[in-house]
């Protein structure tokens, strides 16, 4: 056990280029991950070799463990798979390392929240996260937008390139679909769309899908604005409405502790004991 442990502390070693104080320090963080988780010092150390693969620094992958244990754990996945979603959710939604526990709090709240599993979540985050991220979206109210979808059967990555989709053709409107916002009054006299803020960011999915239902727009108005692949993801939302992605958006924003209580929670009776006491 102390072989394979030390060949994986290695292996962070040569990926991440960690020395002296550096690794020391990653060395002892696995080894409490090891006591205190579900998971052994050992899988923790590999744990930490994907990070520095995803491109993490010595004191990101600090930072970033402890989250990811707790969505391994909540999610029960291997850490592998955990550290992969939530590493490309991070970098994928421009968020620092800082900010990895409030964002698995985030997708442990959507994924038992919603019809949605953690690998569907992590596949439509990866789709629609960087250009979301690039117009201003809200990370909070893209993951519960997310979520609804799952509601209403459109999970995985067909829910994020559905998301991704609406984003790009409200951002460049054919001349179709400009027509048709226009016939809707979504269009101001200067000619700027009303799903966009004074500064040209796009607004929310909540502000979208609230603006459209008030609009009147038919499901064929919706289909002409966002097209085959978008069209039946808006009308999903627009069926369940804007309040229910206020709901779970404000979940979402509250959503502090979510992962670590649910990986708690799993550690608790007999077998729960068992492995804490291997």
Not at 252 to 267: F, R, V
Request: hydrophobic share 45%; aromatic share 4%; glycine share 10%.
């Amino acid at each position: 056990t102390a072989g394979d442990f030390e060949q994986s502390m290695n292996k962070v070693r040569a990926i991440s280029g960690a020395t002296g104080k550096d690794f020391e320090d990653l060395t002892e963080l696995s080894k409490e991950l090891g006591r205190t988780t579900s998971f052994t010092a050992g899988q923790a150390a590999d744990g930490m070799s994907f990070l520095a693969m995803a491109g993490f620094e010595t004191q990101a992958i600090l930072q970033s463990m402890p989250g990811v244990l707790s969505l391994a754990a909540a999610g029960q996945m291997d850490l592998a798979t955990a550290a992969d979603i939530s590493s490309n959710i991070l970098t994928g939604f421009g968020r620092d390392a800082s900010q990895m526990t409030s964002t698995v709090d985030i997708l442990a709240k959507t994924f038992t929240s919603s019809n949605t599993d953690l690998t569907q979540l992590g596949e439509a985050m990866k789709m629609v996260g960087p250009i979301a991220a690039s117009a201003g979206m809200n990370f909070e109210n893209t993951a519960a937008a997310v979520g609804l979808l799952g509601n209403a059967g459109i999970q995985g990555s067909m829910a994020g390139t559905s998301l991704r989709n609406v984003v790009s053709r409200l951002l460049d409107p054919s001349k179709k679909a400009f027509n048709v916002m226009d016939d809707l009054a979504l269009v101001t006299e200067s000619g700027a769309l009303a799903f966009t803020d004074a500064e040209g960011n796009l607004k929310s999915f909540t502000d979208i899908i609230d603006i459209l239902s008030k609009s009147g727009a038919t499901t064929a108005d919706i289909m002409a604005i966002f097209g085959a692949r978008a069209g039946p993801a808006v009308a999903a939302l627009v069926s369940q409405g804007s309040d229910a992605l206020i709901g779970l958006t404000t979940e979402l924003e509250n959503a502090g502790g979510t992962a670590d209580k649910i990986a708690s929670t799993q550690l608790e009776g007999l077998n729960g004991s068992i492995t804490k006491m291997k």
